[in-house]
């Protein structure tokens, strides 16, 4: 079973303009991101899905492999596939280009989901979630079944909802028949209203196994965020 993790980095981010670039100690963040995924064990290759010449003028002098994808595209999913169509590989993992703190570990807890023939996508998130973290819109909260289901992604919390939240980590694995029906389906009225593409995934029907772990780090989405990071 091939696996080939693949990160999206549009560079013109709107509320952190150019922050897949931007450097902590000295290295760009994705360059982060890109070392510490080449670290799983269960990871053969990895690609950064590009949209800009200046990243890969930039990324070329890390030896980052990069692959150009198109400025348009509507999510960092969309991106992934346009470059999982062209190599062979059976898994595809999608990790955010804003998660330079992200435990690599995580990635092969993801891809031993897979043993289980009938999964289709795993994600992953954290059981510590403060009351900070609970109420920041954007820290996405995930709800689960007793078999460890996504029922629920939120923003806000809904005070009304049984069971507990989660902290969900940016990262996604899929078959690429999952990739590829995911794709190929409109973006979903819940996906627009709280910009979370995973909710086209449920709003279809197609369920999201959740691994659960003790802490998740947070992506970067701002600059007070980095530098605030509890790392």
Same mark, same amino acid.
């Given at each position: 079973m091939k696996t080939v993790a693949i990160i999206p980095a549009r560079l013109q981010s709107k509320r952190f303009p150019k922050k897949i670039l931007y450097p902590i100690d000295e290295k760009p963040m994705v360059v982060h991101v890109y070392e510490n995924v080449k670290k799983s064990e269960s990871v053969n290759d990895v690609i950064v899905a590009v949209d800009d010449e200046e990243t890969v003028k930039e990324l070329k002098k890390w030896k980052v492999k990069t692959m150009m994808s198109d400025i348009n595209h509507t999510s960092g999913t969309d991106r992934v596939h346009e470059i999982a169509k062209t190599i062979n590989a059976d898994i595809v993992v999608n990790v955010q280009a804003d998660e330079p703190y992200m435990n690599y570990e995580l990635i092969d807890l993801l891809v031993e989901e897979f043993v289980n023939e009938d999964i289709e996508i795993v994600t992953a998130a954290g059981k510590t979630l403060n009351a900070m973290q609970l109420n920041d819109y954007n820290t996405v909260k995930v709800m689960v079944d007793r078999d460890k289901f996504a029922t629920a992604f &939120? &923003?806000?919390? #809904? +005070?009304? +909802? *049984? %069971?507990? =939240? =989660? /902290? /969900? *980590? %940016? #990262? =996604? *694995? =899929? @078959? !690429? %028949? *999952?990739? +590829? !029906?995911? @794709?190929s389906l409109d973006q979903s009225i819940n996906e627009k209203n709280l910009n979370l593409e995973q909710l086209r995934a449920l709003d279809n029907g197609i369920s999201i196994k959740v691994v659960l772990v003790d802490k998740v780090s947070k992506g970067i989405d701002t600059l007070e965020d980095l530098k605030s990071l509890d790392k």
């Open positions: &939120r &923003r806000d919390p #809904i +005070e009304m +909802e *049984a %069971g507990g =939240y =989660y /902290h /969900h *980590a %940016g #990262i =996604y *694995a =899929y @078959t !690429k %028949g *999952a990739l +590829e !029906k995911f @794709t």
